[in-house]
């Protein structure tokens, strides 16, 4: 078996191929940490300060929605580039796993504040009501009835979110991101080994299935709870 796939794949180093993996999920687990703690409450802010809403501001409203939809209107490619000095000040360096991360996290938690608003919409009126009719606070009420309600959805977002991110990293290649991206790039495109573009296609697929999978598993799950 391990001769064919070398003589399959001539140009493929396994070793590099793993840590190039590993790298990825590494950038794709990090980044989507990060997108779900501020995108969660950005989108529960969004939510309280819409119209007819809890908390209900206009200008509060508007203002963070323009920043959630500048960032999102923002080719990922672009936003790479044009985060480079904030990456380098922050981090110290654009380049790896480390230098990926701050983009990565810019383009996936606005990304998941809408999906997390879009769920919170999606709970039934009636519940809020009820709850306010017992006497509950705001807290009371995000904590006890609408993140509750709404957890099916969320958790769906977070599996299209962890998805997207795996095509971000993947960009990110584009700046010396690390990652299965610049594995492609360096050698599948740049030196012309298609094994290589194969292969890292591939596991990038691989990935996205076994993701998908997990989020479904677990909406189902929590959907009959």
């Known amino acids: 078996m391990e001769a064919l796939l070398n003589g399959l794949f001539t140009n493929v180093d396994w070793a590099e191929i793993g840590w190039a993996s590993w ?4 950038m794709v687990g990090l980044s989507l940490l990060f997108s779900v703690l501020i995108g969660l409450p950005v ?28 960032l999102r209107s923002v080719p990922f490619i672009i936003l790479l580039i044009v985060m480079i000095p904030f990456t380098v000040m922050l981090i110290g360096t654009s380049l ?3 230098g990926a991360i ?3 996290v810019a383009g996936g938690a606005p990304f998941f504040a809408r999906l997390v608003e879009t769920s919170l919409r999606e709970v039934d009126r009636g519940i809020i009501e009820a709850t306010q ?11 006890g009835a609408l993140l509750p309600e709404a957890l099916p959805g969320i958790i769906a977002g977070i599996t299209v979110t962890a998805i997207t991110l795996v095509s971000y990293a993947a960009m990110s290649g584009v700046i010396g991101g ?8 360096r050698f599948g495109y740049q030196r012309f080994q298609t094994d290589v573009m194969v292969i890292t296609v591939a596991l990038l697929v691989i990935f996205v299935q076994l993701l998908q999978m997990a989020g479904d598993r677990l ?5 009959r709870k």
Request: aromatic share 8%; glycine share 12%; proline share 5%.
């Open 178 to 185: 690390g990652g299965l991206g610049d594995l492609a790039i």
């Open 43 to 70: 989108g529960v802010l969004l939510f309280l300060t819409g119209k007819r809403q809890l908390l209900e501001q206009p200008v509060a409203y508007a203002i963070l929605s323009f920043v959630v939809n500048v």
């Open 133 to 143: 009719a017992m006497g509950a606070n705001v807290r009371q009420i995000i904590l």
């Open 96 to 98: 790896g796993v480390a």
């Open 219 to 223: 909406v189902l799950y929590f959907s």
């Open 102 to 104: 701050p983009p990565l």
């Open 23 to 26: 790298d990825t999920l590494v």
